[in-house]
């Protein structure tokens, strides 16, 4: 008597390889998204500041006497200038530069704006005074986490005004 025995359904063995290529996937999955917000906050940090330089250089080609009596040279966001009202009656170069200074430093949350920040926070910028060329540089560093750990960034910008 020959009985033939037929096998149905999955062994455990089979599901088990199953959920561990499964859960390999999932991991790997997760991984590229996390690496991903990673990178995409990085390129917003540089977004921001690239637009925190090209906005104080724009404010010292608009005012050539406050460059020319080098109010913005040796400028650092960790020294800000007082307020201003001139901007509603009429400012001087020196005060237009001060306004100018103080706009720049609410890119890092240290201007007018009183703690807050349009995106690059515990970051400072600096101006630095021209050289014999005349060439300004505009530097905007901050830190990002980069694969795990703090990366120090930085970008700088050359300017003849």
Same mark, same amino acid.
Request: proline share 3%; glycine share 14%; no cysteine.
């Given at each position: 008597m020959d009985i033939k025995k037929?096998? $149905? %359904?999955? =062994? !455990?063995i089979e599901v088990l390889l199953a959920v561990v290529v499964l859960a390999i996937g999932l991991l790997a999955g997760s991984k590229m998204q996390l690496l991903g917000l990673n990178y995409t906050q990085g390129a917003m940090m540089r977004?921001? *500041?690239? !637009? /925190? =330089?090209n906005d104080i250089i724009d404010r010292m080609r608009v005012n050539q006497a406050g460059v020319s009596s080098g109010a913005y040279d040796g400028f650092d966001t960790d020294t800000v200038p007082a307020a201003s009202s001139c901007i509603s009656t009429g400012c001087n170069a020196s005060d237009l530069a001060n306004h100018d200074?103080? !706009?720049? =430093?609410?890119?890092? %949350?240290k201007g007018d704006a009183a703690g807050a920040s $349009? %995106?690059? $926070? %515990? /970051?400072?910028g600096s101006i $630095? =005074?021209?050289? *014999?060329?005349?060439?300004r540089t505009v530097t905007v560093e901050w830190s990002e986490l980069v694969e795990g750990s703090e990366k120090a960034r930085k970008i700088e910008v050359g300017v003849f005004l």
């Open positions: 037929q096998e $149905s %359904g999955f =062994a !455990m977004s921001h *500041a690239t !637009m /925190a =330089a200074l103080r !706009m720049f =430093a609410n890119h890092f %949350g $349009s %995106g690059i $926070s %515990g /970051a400072k $630095s =005074a021209p050289d *014999a060329n005349g060439l």
